[in-house]
């Protein structure tokens, strides 16, 4: 993209995203300082940054339904980890690197902006080959530090926790069990202990606050970008009462939901 503003605000959105900086500088990204080269997000997650004029690059978006239309990204997040982390990570790419993903980013741009009747199926594949050659560096990334194992297995336990909380969170035949560690440690096959020790090293949450934001995140944006009542998100998000709801997002922050969906001047 060419223009882009220089200072964005905390917002949320659906889509997962992938960032290229190829030349100019920025203060902080999604709250971090770095100097990395790619820039990743999922949905829900908080997206912000503040960047210097000169800063050029590409920026693309995608959501679940372009995800399903291609079978080989049927698990994606395990796939991909690095759209899952929740702990920054600086991709600072090698210059070929960053001319070879800069190729497949121009050419996803090309063909969005075609007419061709099967400009789709060429996004898919260019964007497959964009994925696979980041994938390639990042496990690359895993192999020149010390604990590459225990990364990776890391990784992908983090990135299975993550993904099955969106899917239990998102079923409407699930409880208030949903809320619990023990559920995903029990579902995932390992010690409530272990689980927690291994999201504590990667993200430095417990899985309890992992669980906690991702409710808590999903919440906001029902209320910022739907017209549902409080009560009706309160069962969707598997909370047996309204009032245990409203006293979860008080705590969480130190707002009620009618405040803070009239804060972000949403009218039911």
Not at 1 to 12: G, H, L, R
Request: charged share 20%; no cysteine.
């Amino acid at each position: 993209m060419k223009t882009v503003n220089p200072k964005q605000a905390p917002f949320q959105h659906e889509f997962y995203a992938l960032a290229l900086r190829n030349e100019g500088s920025h203060r902080e990204v999604n709250g971090h300082p770095a100097i990395a080269h790619l820039f990743f997000n999922s949905p829900y997650q908080i997206i912000s940054w503040e960047i210097f004029p000169d800063w050029q690059g590409w920026y693309i978006i995608f959501d679940r339904e372009f995800l399903s239309r291609n079978l080989s990204w049927a698990n994606f997040i395990i796939d991909y980890p690095f759209f899952r982390l929740d702990k920054q990570i600086d991709f600072d790419l090698p210059i070929q690197a960053r001319i070879e993903a800069e190729l497949w980013f121009q050419k996803i741009f090309e063909e969005y902006h075609s007419n061709r009747s099967d400009k789709f199926t060429f996004i898919q594949a260019y964007t497959q080959l964009l994925l696979s050659q980041t994938k390639r560096h990042f496990e690359h990334l895993g192999t020149i530090t010390t604990h590459q194992g225990q990364r990776t297995a890391d990784a992908l336990l983090l990135s299975r926790f993550q993904t099955l909380i969106e899917t239990m969170t998102a079923n409407i035949n699930t409880s208030a069990k949903v809320r619990q560690p023990s559920f995903y440690a029990e579902e995932l096959g390992v010690h409530p202990n272990h689980l927690n020790a291994v999201v504590k090293r990667s993200s430095g949450k417990t899985t309890s606050q992992i669980i906690q934001q991702y409710v808590l995140n999903t919440a906001q944006a029902l209320l910022r970008q739907t017209n549902l009542s409080a009560k009706e998100i309160a069962f969707r998000l598997h909370f047996q009462e309204p009032t245990h709801f409203a006293a979860f997002f008080k705590k969480m922050t130190g707002t009620t939901p009618q405040q803070f969906r009239e804060a972000q001047n949403i009218t039911t």
